[in-house]
Nanobody, 115 residues
Framework: QVQLVESGGGLVQPGGSLRLSCAAS????????MGWYRQAPGKERELVAT???????NYADSVKGRFTISRDNAKNTVYLQMNSLKPDDTAVYYC?????????WGQGTQVTVSS
């Protein structure tokens, strides 16, 4: 089993920045696919950014140029640096990991962009 714990969400003004963290624990050795999704009220969960293997990244068009995903393999942690935040970025952000055919989700962290 893999446990994912997110942190770093909060309230920020438009144009501001936040950094999310997701730490994987348990049987987390060897995770290659790991990233972030988000779900806004009344909308479906959508991909934000992810590592599609150990090092290749994929971003949603809506966040390209503003968000950056990175990882620290020694800490089994993935980060999401979010800059130039917009009200449309308001959502619950979920960490996602895939290992040995199984999909794992974190509990989610709220990001609210509002003045």
């Amino acid at each position: 089993q893999v446990q994912l714990v997110e942190s770093g969400g909060g309230l920020v003004q438009p144009g501001g920045s936040l950094r999310l963290s997701c730490a994987a624990s348990g049987s987390a050795f060897g995770i290659r696919v790991m990233g972030w999704y988000r779900q806004a009220p009344g909308k479906e969960r959508e991909l934000v950014a992810t590592f599609t293997n150990g090092f290749t990244t994929n971003y949603a068009d809506s966040v390209k140029g503003r968000f950056t995903i990175s990882r620290d393999n020694a800490k089994n942690t993935v980060y999401l640096q979010m800059n130039s935040l917009k009200p449309d970025d308001t959502a619950v952000y979920y960490c996602n990991a895939r290992l040995n055919g199984k999909i794992y989700w974190g509990q989610g962290t709220q990001v609210t962009v509002s003045s």
